[in-house]
């Protein structure tokens, strides 16, 4: 049996007063997970805390066998992320956006305009990938959200209510 891709153990995570995650253990296995629950209910936080996003207030979690805390770098190198929120700069276009998201991935310049191209083409962006973001719809935002998410060729997926638009 493989070992689990994310483990968590004891993981709370406090705002103030405001407890957002409360002592979780779990064990996510390779495979397709969704994780589904009402709003507050610490989706995002959890995300947040594997990514290296926000530290935990108590406990410990592991993505691919690297610590949250100590390891980000390690993690984020192997891991794609779509966020909930728009995070586009409305005055780029698409192809500089994921092109420069593929270089912080460390891919180089010219793999990064490939793997660019590539993706774009797959989500469906090809054809408007010059235009600046800013007049992009929803849907389409969210298609830039997803290429910049697979364009370094990540081992591990994590999409943050990617159904929005």
Same mark, same amino acid.
């Given at each position: 049996m493989a070992a689990p891709l994310i483990t968590a153990r004891s993981l709370t995570r406090r705002y103030g007063a405001v407890t957002a995650l409360d002592a979780l253990t779990v064990a996510i296995e390779p495979g397709i997970t969704?994780? $589904?629950?009402?709003?507050?209910?610490?989706?995002?936080?959890? $995300?947040k805390i594997l990514l290296g996003i926000v530290d935990p207030s108590e406990g410990d979690a592991e993505v691919m066998g690297y610590d949250v805390v100590r390891e980000r770098a390690n993690i984020r190198a192997l891991v794609g992320y779509m966020p909930e929120h728009d995070c586009l700069p409305p005055d780029m276009s698409a192809t500089e956006f994921v092109s420069f998201m593929a270089r912080c991935s460390g891919l180089p310049v010219t793999a990064a305009r490939e793997r660019t191209a590539e993706v774009l083409r797959h989500v469906g962006l090809f054809e408007e990938r010059y235009r600046p973001m800013g007049g992009y719809s929803t849907g389409m935002a969210q298609r830039v959200k997803l290429a910049q998410a697979l364009v370094h060729d990540p081992r591990l997926l994590i999409l943050d209510e990617p159904t929005n638009g």
């Open positions: 969704g994780l $589904v629950g009402a709003n507050g209910a610490g989706k995002s936080t959890f $995300v």
